[in-house]
């Protein structure tokens, strides 16, 4: 069948490329549709693999691939990383000087070309379309596709007109990208582009590997230095809302040692592009700005993203936390929330003169609010606001990690309940709470409300309680704030429910952070990795491009997992394909070879010294599960969480440890079984041929769970000792 071979070469350009063993979800489909020539419309979130989508049908499919991108630092950057792939591409924009771009179109005329990057309004102009219709094209691809819809949240003028190559080149495919998840804006790009007939692939928009947490916020500077102890010299955004802020912020953060730079609109463009420059090259480690920063950066090792105020809205949370994390290792968003930044948003929403608009505004700050303050999984209430339903609570929001605790409040939402009724009226939280707690205040005195049967039925508990109980009782449903009536306190039909008999539950208040969690680590030789960060940077420095063209992260992470000390095994490390084998595999093989033989090597896989020797694949291949829980182990996320994302027990991942290691491939049990790991394989090199299994256990000197002991087995087989 022909779908089969397009498959197979599809995976062979993977490989061979890319370095990469298995497509991601949808990648593969959408390739394939592409392949058959059909239009379609990818819907997927930041850092889910949309890059692959058009390259390798651009490569695989006769002509040149015509990539759409509205920023140039974009293009430059994935022209870069391509090249270094071994792939020609080139792009045509108003960087270039007059010659380079008479010699970009050249190429491009000869059929030189697998992939052009354009901005749109060169591709339309008279010359270009000309130029296209003379040259053989394999498909068009609209990156960033949001871009054209006004609803989006970063319109871009020169987009509109791309529609138009719909019916200029009826018989190119098209494919239109886009991490938007906002369904308005969706409709919006497909009429535009005229994709109504394209078959749309919508991912989940997920990001399991960004952890969610929201603080108080208290004293930020101090909250915000304590949080990148975490995180030391790792690469991370800060986003505060007005220019003062991110000045202030980011000399407080220097002077406290870190490499940090302001970011925001009103520095001048050549300064700004200096430090997004520097920001991508990992000389700056962490950027302050304001939300004028991101759209430009496709930095994909950024492993924080912290609010420092409440952003505008859960979409603009989300498009800022996402570009945590592209790389797919464990990475957080840190969210600072305080009552001050709400009231501040509030009144200026009141100064918005059109009521629609106002109303739109007012939904959206309440979805922010009830994010932040949320008592159940963060994930939840985030996918939920897109219409994403999450079954299980996913294990990695602080609410997940440290679940407040609850008690039965039934008691306080009933004298709530009876205090809202009695005032029925214009009257919003703080004075319901004063209400209740026996104010007499001049207000309260006015309206008689010292008359009420309420009042001062909660005295014993303090307003900041008050005030969460009844924040609570609203999330719950069964009061709202009726914003028209400058947010009064009313019961819903929910609120019939309240001393039914059914006890209402609600979290404890605990004032101050909740943190005690501790960070997922990665199973790596962190030694190892510093040593190939620094080479990576040599070698960025000396080809002048960022030093996530020559290996990412993930890639230098499972090197220092795996320590390939030949071509060989170098070669099955993801992200290493032939042409960067051929560059840099020397270089870093050298290296390894030198850590491992320096003894430095002796915490992860130390194996007599022998390469890596269960790369020859052997035994079952993998199920759709091993393989994506062997994706996640090699991303670093840990044992624990890749239980808890899979909802089963630790059990149940260690048996599929075990699978994955019976089919050839690494699983690091010497890290996984820690200092203990040498005494046990002498004891099992030792043991009695002739004992069971159980007597062999029984008689090691370590304590293993039947897990950990079949690891272990598992483990000597692979490497042929037993
Ligand atoms: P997006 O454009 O959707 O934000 P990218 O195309 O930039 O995402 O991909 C994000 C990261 O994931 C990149 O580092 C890319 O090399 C990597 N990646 C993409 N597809 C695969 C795959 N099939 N296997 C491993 N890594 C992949
Ligand atoms: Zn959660």
């Given at each position: 069948m022909a779908t089969k071979k397009v498959k197979e070469q599809a995976r062979k350009i993977l490989k061979?490329?890319?370095?990469?063993?298995n497509f991601r979800p949808m990648q593969e489909e959408i390739i394939c549709s592409l392949m058959d020539g059909k239009d379609a419309f990818v819907l997927m979130?930041?850092?889910?693999?949309?890059?692959l989508c058009y390259q390798i049908p651009a490569i695989m499919r006769e002509g040149t691939g015509i990539v759409v991108s509205p920023l140039i630092s974009l293009m430059k950057d994935q022209v870069d990383a391509l090249t270094a792939c071994g792939v020609k591409a080139a792009y045509y924009n108003s960087s270039l000087k007059a010659a380079e771009a008479k010699d970009v179109l050249a190429r491009f005329e000869c059929g030189d070309l697998d992939l052009l990057y354009a901005a749109p309004e060169r591709l339309l102009s008279k010359g270009f379309l000309a130029k296209m219709d003379q040259v053989k094209l394999a498909m068009f691809a609209i990156d960033?596709?949001?871009?054209?819809?006004?609803?989006?949240?970063d319109f871009r003028?020169?987009?509109?007109?791309?529609?138009e190559l719909r019916q200029i080149f009826p018989d190119v495919p098209m494919l239109a990208l886009t991490a938007t998840a906002d369904e308005h804006t969706r409709e919006d790009i497909s009429d535009r582009l005229q994709l109504g007939k394209a078959k749309r692939f919508v991912a989940s928009?997920?990001?399991?590997?960004i952890r969610y947490l929201v603080a108080e916020k208290r004293q930020p500077l101090t909250q915000i230095l304590q949080f990148l102890e975490g995180w030391s010299n790792c690469s991370g955004i800060i986003y505060c809302l007005s220019r003062k802020r991110v000045e202030d912020l980011a000399v407080n953060l220097q002077r406290h040692g870190i490499r940090a730079a302001a970011y925001h609109a009103g520095i001048p463009g050549r300064s700004r592009e200096k430090v997004q420059d520097d920001f991508l090259r990992d000389r700056i480690k962490v950027i302050v700005a304001?939300?004028?920063?991101?759209?430009?950066v496709d930095k994909p090792n950024v492993r924080f993203v912290i609010h420092h105020d409440l952003p505008k809205s859960i979409e603009s949370y989300y498009q800022e936390t996402g570009r945590a994390g592209r790389d797919g290792l464990e990475s957080e968003a840190l969210m600072l929330y305080g009552s001050g930044d709400v009231n501040l948003v509030r009144r200026l929403i009141e100064n918005v003169e059109n009521i629609d608009q106002r109303r739109v505004e007012v939904h959206k700050l309440n979805s922010m609010v009830a994010f932040s303050e949320a008592l159940t999984c963060r994930r939840r209430v985030l996918l939920g606001y897109f219409g994403e339903p999450l079954d299980?609570?996913?294990?990695?929001c602080d609410i997940c990690l440290d679940p407040p605790e609850t008690y039965d409040a039934t008691e306080f939402a009933e004298a709530a309940l009876q205090c809202v009724r009695e005032i029925n009226?214009?009257?919003g939280m703080g004075y319901i709470v004063d209400v209740l707690r026996g104010s007499k205040n001049a207000r309260i005195l006015e309206h008689k409300?010292?008359?009420?049967?309420?009042?001062?039925?909660?005295?014993?508990?303090n307003a900041d309680e008050w005030t969460s109980i009844l924040r609570q009782l609203v999330h719950h449903g069964?009061?709202?704030?009726?914003v028209s009536r400058r947010a009064a306190m009313l019961a819903t039909?929910?609120?019939?429910?309240?001393?039914?008999g059914t006890p209402i539950m609600l979290a404890k208040y605990q004032p101050g952070i909740r943190r005690h969690f501790k960070r997922l680590g990665m199973p790596r030789d962190e030694a190892l990795f510093k040593k190939l960060v620094k080479l990576r940077e040599d070698i960025a420095d000396r080809e002048d491009v960022p030093p996530h063209v020559v290996f990412s992260d993930v890639t230098l992470t499972e090197m220092s997992q795996?320590?390939?000390?030949?071509e060989e095994s170098m070669r099955?490390?993801?992200?290493?394909g032939q042409h960067k084998l051929e560059e840099y595999g020397e270089a870093f093989i050298a290296l390894i070879n030198k850590h491992v033989e320096s003894g430095?090597?002796?915490?992860?896989?130390?194996?007599?010294?022998?390469?890596?020797?269960?790369?020859?694949a052997k035994g079952p291949g993998l199920n759709e599960t091993q393989t994506y829980i062997l994706s996640l182990y090699r991303k670093g996320v840990s044992l624990e969480d890749i239980a808890a994302q899979q909802g089963v027990s630790e059990t149940t991942v260690l048996k599929h440890y075990v699978a994955i290691i019976r089919a050839g491939q690494h699983i690091d049990v010497p890290a996984f079984i820690g200092d203990d790991f040498d005494t046990l394989m002498a004891e099992l090199d030792n043991?009695?041929?002739?004992?069971s299994l159980t007597e062999v256990k029984r008689d090691l000197s370590v304590d293993l769970n039947n897990d950990e002991f079949r690891l272990l087995l598992a483990w000597r087989e692979a490497i042929g000792v037993a």
């Open positions: 061979d490329i890319f370095g990469y063993d979130p930041t850092g889910g693999g949309k890059s960033e596709a949001h871009c054209v819809s006004q609803w989006g949240h003028p020169e987009y509109v007109r791309l529609g928009f997920d990001r399991p590997n304001t939300i004028a920063f991101g759209m430009g299980e609570p996913c294990g990695n009226g214009d009257f409300h010292d008359k009420l049967k309420s009042h001062g039925s909660g005295a014993d508990i069964y009061f709202v704030q009726d039909k929910k609120a019939e429910r309240i001393g039914n795996r320590k390939p000390v030949s099955t490390i993801s992200g290493v430095d090597g002796k915490k992860g896989t130390k194996v007599g010294g022998k390469d890596i020797p269960m790369l020859i043991a009695d041929p002739y004992a």
